[in-house]
């Protein structure tokens, strides 16, 4: 069985044909042209799955990872900051009267949680939380092996944990969320606010003496290198995770966590901070049992995620 699949957010469209077992025969990418609005995004899905359609063999369903707040059981898209114009977007049926196959839609943070569960760096686990740590800061849970979303669709929220009830505030409408303190904006903030304020660091070398071009990819370099504020910042973003990992630790007793995102090729710089974090303040009865692993899909999780959802909703779970 052939199924196609796609992963999209406000910067890249992603689409594939693979088989149930996670095999990617073809892939193709191109940019998302989000400003456009809804409709032409939308024409570029398509183009972008007719790509990838194979010539002379049967597709059974289409799955596809969606930037969020969205209806699971709908296939609705809400609304999506990084895509103007996406209010209450019906996709799904959208996909269904475009290509007449079942088409089944999920948040793309708690699919590539599935698809860890399924095809990564959480096969045979039960109970698993997925955290990816990129723009934003998004996740996933995995309870009795069974993605759970809650009664709305709207649980595994893991970036809008509160982690520092002062802080600053988030466009959820809420202030100290874990995104706003460890995502990689937030981590580019940060360095920068150090660098205006004379604190020594290579990152103002590297940036050419413009503080408003640090990234979090220039502070992991910087923090590679050895430099001090970069090493400072990177930590101080794996203690929030780290904050928020003992809470799920508590609320949950997951099996396994699983961290991917861009921020995460950071590697030990930011890895290390987590852990140290997370063994401090929870019993060592929590973490000794509790692995904290990368991510192992990459750039395909949100496309392996799909597969999963449309190959478990296939199978009626």
Known sequence: MWFVVVDFGGTQIRAARCRADGRIETRVMMPTRASEGPEAVLSYIQRAIRQVWPDDREVVALGVAAPGP?????????FAPNLPGWKDFPLRDRLVESFGLPTFVGNDANLAALGEHRFGAGQGVDDLVYMTVSTGIGGGIILDGALFEGAQGLGGEVGHIIVEPEGPPCFCGNRGCLE????????????????????????????????????????????????????????RAGFYIGVALVSLMFLLNPSLFII?????????????????????????????????????LRDNVGLLGALALATARLGGR
Do not use: C
Not at 70 to 78: A, F, M
Not at 180 to 205: D, H, K, N, T, Y
């Open 70 to 78: 969205l209806d699971p059981h709908t296939g609705v898209v809400r």
């Open 180 to 235: 706003m303190l460890a995502s990689g904006p937030a981590i580019a903030r940060a360095a920068r606010a150090a660098v205006e304020r004379g604190e020594p660091s290579r990152l103002l070398e590297q940036v050419e003496g413009y503080p408003s071009r640090i990234t979090a990819r220039d502070v992991a370099e910087a923090a590679r290198a050895g430099d001090d504020l970069a090493r400072r910042v990177l930590a």
């Open 260 to 296: 991917g995102g861009s921020v995460t090729k950071a590697g030990d710089l930011l890895f290390g901070p987590i852990q140290e974090t997370v063994r401090s303040r929870a019993p060592e009865i929590y973490w000794r049992n509790t692995p904290i692993l990368p991510a192992a």
